[in-house]
């Protein structure tokens, strides 16, 4: 087994760069956000426990993400090579993480910081559009599609989160700096942070997370 993590503010670029290493390694892609998402829109117990928080930016309780993470990590069995994208998110949470990986026989291997300044982030979550069929994402100006709203991958419809509204953007970036940021203290003192500048282009900032994957 081996595990990273991409820690970041919303809007950094985990989910792109996530499925960017995950496209060129073995790496699997477990975002806390996909999941829960799915879980919503399944009507399951979680979704159902979870929406509210979501719709408001808030987190989900703590004992509810283990629970999550702990399934994940034995369906996918002791082989498995993770990329973490909004997992941890906060001490509790990172306290966790170690303990549900050391019981199936690993660690964590590295955190990859994704840094960008906040007006980058702003401008990333308002523009953000994501297929409804297969998840790929865009953006209004940056990443736009050939044609309106439709995905170039696949001709899904796009459509835009509803949590990625200016008032709970607000919301989750401070949420982010309340509970969040802490981590990087954490996983410094810790000897496994690597930086990286979230402000550059997608493509720039996927290799530079390749760059220094664990062998
Ligand atoms: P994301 O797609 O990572 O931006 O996550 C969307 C929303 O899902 C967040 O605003 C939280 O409400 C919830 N969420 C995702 N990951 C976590 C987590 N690790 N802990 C608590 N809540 C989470």
Redesign the pocket.
Known sequence: MKAIVLLGA?GAG??TTAEAVKGRTAFLHV????M??RAVKNGTDLGRR?ES??KQ??????EL?TQLIDERLVKEGPEALYVF??????VN?AEQLEQSLERHGGRLDRVFLLDAPRPVLIERLTGRRICRQCGRNYHVVNVPPAKDGVCDACGGELYQRS?DTEDTIVN?LE?YERQTHSLIARYEAQGLLVRVDAGQQADRMAADVMAELPE
């Open positions: 919303p985990k989910g975002s806390t956000g996909d829960l998402r979870a928080y979501m930016g808030e987190l989900v309780p703590d993400m994208d909004g997992y941890p998110r906060t949470q949590d989750r949420v």
